[in-house]
T-cell receptor, first 112, second 111 residues
Framework: SQTIHQWPATLVQPVGSPLSLECTVEGTSNPNLYWYRQAAGRGLQLLFYSVGIGQISSEVPQNLSASRPQDRQFILSSKKLLLSDSGFYLC???????????FGPGTRLTVL | SQQGEEDPQALSIQEGENATMNCSYKTSINNLQWYRQNSGRGLVHLILIRSNEREKHSGRLRVTLDTSKKSSSLLITASRAADTASYFCATAPTGGFKTIFGAGTRLFVKA
């Protein structure tokens, strides 16, 4: 069966520090991968998605970047965090024509 | 406004009552999905309805889709305290890889 891992679960970082969040998927090949951010009590904002290794589509201009160095690995990064980068970051994968998404447990990022 | 708008934003009911949440969207879709999120957790897929379907059932869940009105509803029958969560609709626009999520409905079921 397929599983999706995200780490760390929580992270507190100072403004201006770098960021690296990792997401890995097991049990499937060539998934579509997604990074979302969720503000407290709000919906999901799509940040990036990838349909293959090295292929990244960015949805909103921002302080973040994404990379997909391997088929089942998706990384969210920043060189210098801003206060506004705080939030709950969710990684998801999808396969098949329905685009049904399967989510990781999320990372709660607090930038101070 | 973002595709996939749910209403109400929040709903509080007694255990045993039915809960109905609505979703509207703007563009042509391949399917519409409903997800559930417990506080501080990832989303869990509940049910998917394709654009050529009008109604679908799964246990205590009933979903309807009206493509002419670009709207969907999620009915949870005989609610339980454990149903307390946020519920999101999400649309898969035609010809794309993205799934667009709404802002969600927060459901609170009182025991």
């Amino acid at each position: 069966s397929q599983t999706i891992h995200q780490w760390p679960a929580t992270l507190v970082q100072p403004v201006g520090s770098p960021l690296s969040l990792e997401c890995t998927v097991e049990g499937t090949s060539n998934p579509n991968l997604y990074w979302y951010r969720q503000a407290a009590g709000r919906g999901l904002q799509l940040l990036f998605y990838s349909v293959g290794i090295g292929q990244i589509s960015s949805e909103v201009p921002q302080n973040l970047s994404a990379s997909r160095p391997q088929d089942r690995q998706f990384i969210l990064s920043s060189k210098k965090l801003l206060l506004s980068d705080s939030g709950f970051y969710l990684c998801a994968w999808a396969g098949g024509s329905n685009n049904e998404q399967f989510f990781g447990p999320g990372t709660r990022l607090t930038v101070l | 406004s973002q595709q996939g708008e749910e209403d109400p934003q929040a709903l509080s009911i007694q255990e045993g009552e039915n809960a109905t949440m609505n979703c509207s969207y703007k563009t042509s879709i391949n399917n519409l999905q409903w997800y559930r999120q417990n506080s501080g957790r990832g989303l869990v897929h509940l049910i998917l309805i394709r654009s050529n379907e009008r109604e679908k059932h799964s246990g205590r869940l009933r979903v309807t889709l009206d493509t002419s009105k670009k709207s969907s509803s999620l009915l949870i029958t005989a609610s339980r305290a454990a149903d307390t969560a946020s519920y999101f609709c999400a649309t898969a626009p035609t010809g794309g890889f993205k799934t667009i999520f709404g802002a969600g409905t927060r459901l609170f079921v009182k025991a």
